[in-house]
């Protein structure tokens, strides 16, 4: 890509969203993560589907819309290096960094929702897992007269104790001025349901 | 069709987009803006 360099000393082989390129050093594609070799666009991509699918089936999903090879392992080195990055941040409570709950009135309701299970790791044995979701009344549209969605939401997870997971939870909360907490995944959808 | 007025009729198809990048290509100072607005000419 460009002008390319005799020297291999000048030259940088990249993973790219156009598949392996081999660009100048100077190029405005080259200052990337050393550690990876993949270009910013593809290594947001990466995240991007390192958290909706499985490794393996990212893999798959880059051959299939981008017509390259990206290993399960790549997916997953780079998904967890900027999980790694974020954790310290959100544990600070960085607001840039933590998605924020939008409400139209302050009086409307927001729903919350939370459970867990016992997960076996593969460095920590079993541990505790939770996962919550938050959504306000707003966000909750009917479409059908017995069928509702929800468009937009909050998950907060987290892999350990109650009490820490709670406090990651009430962060989205403490504004709220009418909230329904409902432990369980189905008994939220039911209600809203209903209505 | 010959192949010269196949190759000719694509070429033409993304012409504007192809001088607009000519032309802001070497604007460009970060990688992923780059990198997007490639990969939207090249679609």
């Given amino acids: 890509m460009g002008d390319l360099p005799r020297s291999r000393n000048f030259k ?5 969203c156009f598949g392996k390129i081999e660009v100048s050093k100077t190029h405005v594609l080259a200052p990337v993560n050393s550690d990876f070799g993949i270009t910013a666009r593809l290594q947001h991509l990466m995240c991007l589907i390192g958290q909706k699918e499985v490794f393996e089936e990212g893999s798959e999903t880059f051959k299939e819309l981008l017509q390259i090879d990206v290993s399960d392992n790549q997916i997953k080195r780079v998904s967890e290096h900027y999980g790694k990055v974020l954790d310290p941040l959100i ?6 960094v933590i998605p924020k709950l939008i409400t139209k009135e302050e ?3 927001t729903y919350s929702m939370f459970d867990g299970s016992m997960l076996l790791t593969r460095d920590k044995g079993w541990k505790e897992i939770k996962l919550g979701r938050i959504c306000t009344e707003s966000h909750h549209i009917d479409i059908q007269p017995t069928k509702s969605i929800i468009l937009k939401s909050i998950f907060v997870s987290h892999l350990g104790r109650r009490k820490d997971f709670f406090l990651k ?8 001025k009418h909230l ?3 432990r369980g995944w189905g008994k939220m959808d039911m209600e809203l349901g209903r209505r | 069709m010959a192949k010269n007025q196949i190759k ?3 070429l033409n198809s993304f012409k504007d987009e192809l001088e607009i990048w000519l032309e802001t290509e070497s604007s460009f100072t970060s990688g992923y803006d780059y990198e997007t607005a490639y990969t939207k000419i090249i679609q």
């Fill in chain 1, 12 to 16: 940088k082989k990249l993973h790219s």
């Fill in chain 1, 91 to 96: 544990k600070a409570n960085c607001e840039e």
């Fill in chain 1, 107 to 109: 009086s409307e309701y």
């Fill in chain 1, 169 to 176: 939870l009430e962060r989205f909360l403490t504004a709220t």
């Fill in chain 1, 180 to 182: 329904v907490s409902y």
């Fill in chain 2, 8 to 10: 000719a009729a694509i």
